[in-house]
T-cell receptor, first 114, second 116 residues
Framework: EAGVVQSPRYKIIEKKQPVAFWCNPI?????LYWYLQNLGQGPELLIR????????DSQLPKDRFSAERLKGVDSTLKIQPAELGDSAVYLC????????????FGPGTRLTVL | AQSVTQLDSQVPVFEEAPVELRCNYS??????LFWYVQYPNQGLQLLLK??????LVKGINGFEAEFNKSQTSFHLRKPSVHISDTAEYFC??????????????FGTGTLLAVQP
């Protein structure tokens, strides 16, 4: 069974440029999450989707970050414009809508903003 | 709200020695508890979880953890570590009710560095 797929794995951009990350969750998982992981820190939730609906986006910096999950499957996270402080790993995870809360993580996208 | 504290940012240990990684949490409601492992340049992988029942939980790769409600702890242990256990370990907590079961709060992580 395929796990959570993310692309690209690495991205280097100049500040003020836009960037987008893509995530394909595990088949059948209704819930999808985007996390930000800074160096030496644990993941922090940016946004959580239940199917197509963003049910928790309180930690998403909406002035520059946006996300979508069309058709309730794949998701895209965008930053425009990127700042130096956005350099981090962006993790995508998925889970069933109810249950134990166990989440399955993708390998992440490492973003470097120069 | 919930919070997780991992006091040890790094734990050096020799191969085949026992290890304990500490995790304490704070919550005003009942919680589920998790340990995740992250190998270099990879995503997080679930080691074990406590939902209810026996307070001693066994996970993959020979790891186990014990839930102690009175001390609000969920320490991770392994009786004999291998070089391949070198990784970052994250403790996490989520509320155990309703739609909040999917809200994971992570600690800052502990780097387990196994030396030959």
């Amino acid at each position: 069974e395929a796990g959570v797929v993310q692309s690209p794995r690495y991205k280097i951009i100049e500040k003020k440029q836009p960037v987008a990350f893509w995530c394909n969750p595990i088949s059948g998982h209704n819930t999808l999450y985007w996390y930000l992981q800074n160096l030496g820190q644990g993941p922090e939730l940016l946004i959580r989707y239940e199917n197509e609906e963003a049910v928790d986006d309180s930690q998403l910096p909406k002035d520059r970050f946006s996300a979508e999950r069309l058709k309730g499957v794949d998701s895209t996270l965008k930053i425009q414009p990127a700042e130096l402080g956005d350099s981090a790993v962006y993790l995508c995870a998925s889970s069933f809508a109810t249950g134990s809360g166990e989440q399955f993580f993708g390998p992440g996208t490492r973003l470097t903003v120069l | 709200a919930q919070s997780v504290t991992q006091l040890d940012s790094q734990v050096p240990v020799f191969e085949e020695a026992p290890v304990e990684l500490r995790c304490n949490y704070s919550s005003s409601v009942s919680v589920y508890l998790f340990w995740y492992v992250q190998y270099p340049n990879q995503g997080l992988q679930l080691l074990l979880k406590y939902l209810s029942g026996s307070t001693l939980v066994k996970g993959i790769n020979g790891f186990e953890a014990e839930f102690n409600k009175s001390q609000t702890s969920f320490h991770l242990r392994k009786p004999s570590v291998h070089i391949s256990d070198t990784a970052e370990y994250f403790c996490a907590v989520s509320p155990s009710y309703g739609g909040a079961t999917n809200k994971l709060i992570f600690g800052t992580g502990t780097l387990l560095a196994v030396q030959p």
